[in-house]
């Protein structure tokens, strides 16, 4: 009988990539991925801990499979699994809790699950000094594939959890990404998003030291990738250079995703990010300028300990000048084990929520706003999975949604499409062939 197994993430594009690579590792030996709702023997969680609600929906999934089905064997991976692993192991139904670096070699701890007790498998991460590069031919079920670079971060953010998490930032070697991105550009997929905890860091503890812009290269004259996505980067490395040869290439997609996290200085300083509102504001408008047609979007986390109604008004006023054209915006959430979480003046989370809202508003507008812009225009996009009120749902390369008739185009396809009227924040639109 073919073993089954269901594998379900949490959390951020590398958490999604190691999924797609751990679910390809098992099908190549036999397993088959049926989905979660029909509560297979083993299901993997790939969990995330960049909040308090993360850790929570984590613990559901697995208390669902076991409800599912009461001899399911649960292995649990991921950020949560790294800092957390005894209280995880001691969920019922709980067979293994593998580390991040483990999760690298996952095949490999895939032992002995019928234990009576659960088995923990993590190390040290703060250890980890090689990111080895989780191979992957094609990302399942999605038209886009991730391709991680990166791993780990050194940058120690008051609020985040993330480097006791991921460990001290080491990237993969430069030939590697550049045979991976070779590999899902060969299997279909129209567009490759370059991912990783803190990418803009990416080749510094390479031998010889490399970059990100180096990388671009490398993968512009050793793939034919059609569409290359850049995940976030920190606003502290998109020197000059990189932002030229951005915006001299149209294969890369104009859509930067730049960390801002408040705009206020005093919060920035609390929360050990090194950077002033002034510089941010700068590096924005020089991106503007450069390319008039970039999508420009913000992380922001509201509620920071010690924010007050002031310094909160002050970052909505900067943000509202910014030339930025859409804002993903968090509630501070505390953190156990990281500086802020210690900070006084924690802000109540009602008032961290009501912030959020204001700024999300905000977000919308700059949104609706910079969509507008291109009814009567062309866009190239990519078609994603699932309709959206029976209509197709495509992603431009400045990252709009852009919908059309569900006949005229298949997932994965990548169609230029004359833009037609507006549709919430996003666009709808005719092919144009
Ligand atoms: S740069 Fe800061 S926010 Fe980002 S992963 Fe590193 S510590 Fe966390």
């Given at each position: 009988m073919t073993r089954q197994f269901s594998i379900v993430t949490l959390g951020c594009k590398t958490n999604q990539f190691e999924s797609a690579a751990i679910s390809e590792q098992l099908q190549k030996v036999g397993y088959r991925n049926v989905p979660f709702e029909e509560g297979p023997d083993l299901v993997i969680v790939n969990t995330c801990t960049v909040t308090a609600a993360t850790d929570s929906q984590s613990r559901n999934l697995i208390r669902r499979a076991q409800r599912l089905n009461n001899k399911v064997r649960v292995v649990v991976t991921g950020c949560y699994a790294q800092v957390d692993a005894e209280s995880l192991a001691a969920l019922p139904g709980v067979a293994l809790v593998i580390g991040n670096q483990e999760k690298e070699d996952f095949l490999h701890h895939?032992?002995?699950?019928?234990?009576d007790q659960a088995r923990i498998a993590v190390s040290?991460?703060?250890?980890?000094?090689q990111a080895r590069p989780m191979a992957l031919t094609s990302f399942e079920h999605r038209s886009r594939a991730f391709v991680q670079i990166q791993n780990g971060c050194?940058?120690?953010?008051?609020?985040?959890?993330i480097p006791y998490a991921r460990g001290r930032s080491r990237s993969v070697a430069l030939q590697e990404v550049v045979s991976q991105v070779g590999r899902l550009t060969e299997s279909g997929h129209a567009e490759v998003v370059l991912t990783g905890i803190h990418i803009g860091n990416y080749g510094q503890d390479l031998v010889p030291a490399t970059s990100l812009l180096e990388l671009l290269r490398a993968i512009r004259s050793g793939t034919g990738v059609r569409r290359l996505r850049l995940g976030s980067v920190e606003p502290t490395e998109i020197p000059v250079e990189l932002r030229a040869y951005i915006a001299e290439n149209d294969w890369i997609c104009p859509h930067y995703h730049i960390?801002?996290?408040?705009?206020?200085d005093d919060i920035l300083k609390r929360m050990n990010r090194h950077y002033l509102t002034s510089f941010f504001a700068d590096l924005l408008t020089d991106i503007r300028q450069r390319q008039p047609q970039a999508a420009i979007g913000l992380d922001l986390i509201v509620g920071f300990p010690g924010e007050t109604e002031d310094s909160f008004e002050r970052s909505l006023s900067l943000i509202r000048t910014l030339p930025a054209t859409h804002l993903h915006v968090f509630p501070y959430s505390r953190r156990p084990g990281t500086p802020a979480a210690d900070m006084p003046d924690q802000v109540p989370g009602h008032v961290a929520k009501e912030r959020a809202a204001r700024l999300r508003q905000l977000g919308e507008e700059k949104q609706r706003a910079f969509a507008r812009t291109f009814i009567g225009q062309e866009l190239e996009i990519v078609i994603e999975g699932g309709l959206h009120k029976g209509l197709r749902k495509g992603l431009s390369q400045n990252y709009l949604s852009v919908y059309l008739p569900e006949d005229q185009a298949r997932i994965g396809e990548c169609h230029k499409v004359k833009i037609e009227a507006a549709m919430g924040e996003g666009l709808l639109g005719s092919i144009n062939n």
């Open positions: 895939l032992t002995d699950l019928d234990d040290d991460i703060s250890r980890a000094e050194d940058a120690f953010c008051s609020y985040c959890i960390p801002l996290q408040a705009g206020d």
